[in-house]
């Protein structure tokens, strides 16, 4: 391996350290007093690295089935959402694209609303199935309205995106107000904000194998996103197969982002301003920009995540405003500086 290329995983190293490190000194912060040291050995014991456990069963309990979990999950769904935002600017050649553009989240929420409020399939599909199922509902009525012959155009895919999306929307909004039921109204206003409260190793092991999967499958294509960036026609007389990868790339990310919003809900901001960040970190070479962007997401949201469970106790606020208060002012910040640029 050459100086240049170590010099690349640099970055990659350390995103890997700050990301654990976060889930260590995140899992001890909350109402019970545990240190980090703690959750660092309760960890190395679960998962046989040390043979005698020397924490209390309590604490055990504690950092194990509540936190770690939660703490783990946030950094997935950073991690993929990030990912997946900047496919879709990549694939789309939008900067202002985010894994949401498809209608995935609308669909995802039309989904839970139908399992919260109407109680259709509460039994079988539970709400994180019929969010999963509304999110690829959403998805495959946006590729059925933008799909020609095999062609897959961007700009109308987008637009197919927010139509269905508004309407699933519409139809949330129906709902809850038909219903009218206030304490399930209180529950699904609080899911449509995103939250991961509640979470257990279940969550986490849906979750883990389909982000790996899904960035792997995107970091496999990275090359080929870079010839995009100059147009379709350019990037066919450098050998890239556009329509093929086009296709590659959207479902992944629609599979992607709809089992991470059945488990979350709909946090926003994460899609839309990491991959940025990341550029401004290791510029615009996928090949280093999407692991970076995965990194810089998991971390952004366990913090986000920390903030929600722990600045209000013991209320919680849903982690969504807490992106979208931190995502809005920081979005708003880069493109400032972009324009201070041109």
């Known amino acids: 391996m050459t100086a240049t290329h170590r010099r690349a995983w640099v970055p990659v190293a350390l995103g890997l350290a700050l990301v654990l490190g976060s889930i260590v000194v995140a899992s001890a912060i909350g109402p019970s007093s545990v240190g980090p040291a703690d959750v660092w050995m309760i960890l190395v014991h679960k998962i046989g690295l040390t043979p005698h456990e020397r924490v209390a069963p309590i604490v055990e309990a504690i950092v194990w089935d509540l936190r770690l979990p939660r703490t783990v999950l946030a950094a997935l769904v950073g991690g993929g959402l990030a990912v997946a935002g900047a496919v879709m600017q990549a694939v789309t050649r939008n900067p202002l694209a985010d894994p949401y553009l498809l209608g995935l989240s609308s669909g995802a929420a039309l989904g839970a609303v139908v399992v919260l409020v109407l109680g259709i399939g509460v039994g079988s599909l539970g709400v994180a199935g019929g969010a999963f199922i509304g999110a690829l509902v959403a998805f495959a009525l946006v590729i059925g309205l933008a799909v020609s012959g095999r062609r897959l155009d961007a700009a109308v895919t987008v637009l197919a995106g927010v139509a269905v999306g508004t309407i699933c929307s519409a139809l949330t909004s129906l709902i809850v107000v038909v219903e009218a039921n206030p304490f399930k109204t209180r529950e699904v206003d609080f899911w449509l904000l995103g939250s991961l409260a509640g979470t257990t190793w279940s969550d986490v092991l849906i979750a883990a194998p389909v982000v790996l999967a899904c960035l792997a499958v995107c970091v496999l294509c990275a090359r080929s996103m870079n010839a995009m960036a100059f147009g379709d026609a350019d990037a066919r007389a450098l050998g890239v197969d556009t329509a093929r990868l086009?296709?590659?790339?959207?479902?992944?990310?629609?599979?992607?982002?709809?089992?991470?919003?059945?488990?979350?809900?709909?946090?926003?901001?994460?899609?839309?301003?990491?991959?940025?960040?990341?550029?401004?970190?290791?510029?615009?070479?996928?090949?280093?920009?999407?692991?970076?962007?995965?990194?810089?997401?998991?971390?952004?949201?366990?913090?986000?995540?920390?903030?929600?469970?722990?600045?209000?106790?013991?209320?919680?606020?849903?982690?969504?405003?807490?992106?979208?208060?931190?995502?809005?002012?920081?979005?708003?910040?880069?493109?400032?500086?972009?324009?201070?640029?041109?």
Do not use: K, N, Y
């Open 246 to 342: 086009r296709w590659i790339l959207l479902v992944t990310c629609a599979l992607m982002t709809g089992v991470l919003v059945s488990l979350s809900g709909a946090i926003g901001f994460v899609g839309l301003l990491l991959p940025h960040a990341a550029r401004l970190i290791v510029g615009r070479d996928h090949r280093r920009l999407l692991p970076i962007s995965a990194l810089a997401g998991a971390v952004f949201l366990i913090w986000a995540d920390t903030a929600a469970r722990t600045a209000l106790q013991p209320r919680e606020i849903p982690v969504g405003v807490v992106t979208a208060l931190v995502g809005a002012p920081a979005f708003a910040f880069l493109i400032r500086r972009r324009r201070r640029a041109l």
